[in-house]
């Protein structure tokens, strides 16, 4: 039985893939295979950093991507305007397929037998093996909040939503796809083929255009009657912590973060352009929520080309300035 941890990315997201890896070696341990998945052919920095870790591998299977991206093109054939709006907003297809490649995972011909996936935009700061251990019994572990907001995973203006699942599973099976962990062969070809049936005959409506891969996820698994352990509602009160980077009270010690006394299991920067990340790792002094963790582990191995701040940091949420607003209304890129 082989557990492995997934993630997807490319070139541009290729500092935050550093730093993450590098949580993982420190938080983890090498001992436990890592998987990349390609999010497309932007890879030639992913695939030298790859090749520089033991324990990292490289998934590149344009056939195994193919069959996960054509069921994506299918579920999306059937929702009523999702295509035609992509197209509209010059996309060819689906909306970010690369992003829905992280359905792999759950492919009979995957490295793994069980798997924990992370998006390329946390960081790993303890154990996984409370996770592992939960899929002993559960299908599918995840250890987040979303539930307390579903907008982001179904159409909430749909009146056929509560039809199809009941108010108690809205509020308590959804989860944010950035982390979930899983088993090989959970969604079958037959599977998947009554999952794009029941969408085909009117269900499609209460998808989230906006969020395709997350939406798809999660309700392939509600469809599916998959049963979700969440820890944030198993573990006891005391030991619940949060993940998400809009947390402000989180304590940073150590290189590590803790809430009210816990580890937390992995922080994500949800909602962060891989941009910010980038330009800070160039040197420009924007500040952001957790911003050294991040640095400390980006530049785990490479302490010497950590950037020196010299100037006053800017806030990363800064309005934009008088003379930005005055060239974007006079229609000058800035």
């Known amino acids: 039985m082989t557990n492995g941890i997934y993630t997807i990315g490319n070139d541009v997201v290729y500092n935050q893939l550093v730093a993450f890896l590098n949580s993982v070696e420190v938080n983890v341990g090498t001992d436990i295979p890592v998987c990349v998945i390609a999010y497309d052919n932007n890879i030639e920095k992913v695939s030298a950093e790859v ?38 907003q010059g996309i060819k297809g689906v909306r970010r397929i690369g992003m829905n490649r992280r359905y792999c ?20 700061l303890d154990s996984l093996q409370i996770i592992f251990d939960k899929l002993n019994d559960h299908p599918l572990v995840v250890y987040d909040f979303q539930y307390k907001d579903p907008s982001h995973i179904f159409n909430v203006k749909s009146d056929k939503l509560s039809q199809i699942f009941s108010e108690d599973r809205i ?3 959804i989860f944010c796809a950035g982390f979930y962990a899983g088993k090989r062969g959970l969604f079958s070809s037959e599977e998947r083929d009554f999952i794009v049936s029941r969408l ?24 599916a009657n998959i049963p979700v352990c969440n820890l944030s509602k198993q573990l ?7 993940n998400a980077v809009t947390s402000s009270h989180f304590e ?7 809430d009210k006394g816990n580890k937390l299991t992995y922080l994500h920067y949800i909602g962060l352009s891989s941009s910010l990340f980038d330009r800070v790792c160039n040197g420009d002094n924007i500040d952001f929520p957790y911003r050294d963790i991040f640095l400390h582990y980006r530049y785990l ?7 020196k701040f010299t100037t006053k940091p800017q806030p990363y949420n800064a309005p934009p300035s008088l003379k930005t607003r005055v ?5 000058i890129k800035v």
Do not use: C
């Open 171 to 173: 509020k308590s099976d």
């Open 200 to 223: 085909a005959d009117g269900e499609a409506e209460i998808l989230f255009p906006e969020a395709p891969n997350q939406s798809v996820l999660n309700y392939m698994v509600m469809r």
């Open 236 to 242: 006891p009160e005391s030991k619940i912590t949060g």
């Open 327 to 331: 060239l974007k209304k006079l229609g």
């Open 51 to 88: 090749a520089t870790r033991k324990n990292v591998t490289l998934l590149n299977d344009a056939q195994l991507f193919k069959n996960w991206e054509d069921f994506s093109l299918r579920v999306w054939q059937t929702h009523p305007t999702a295509l035609k709006v992509w197209e509209e």
């Open 252 to 258: 940073y010690k150590s290189n590590w973060l803790y």
């Open 301 to 307: 191995h490479e302490p010497d080309k950590r950037p």
């Open 105 to 124: 995972a759950f492919d009979n011909s995957s490295p793994f037998d069980k798997f924990a996936y992370f998006d390329a935009d946390i960081l790993v």
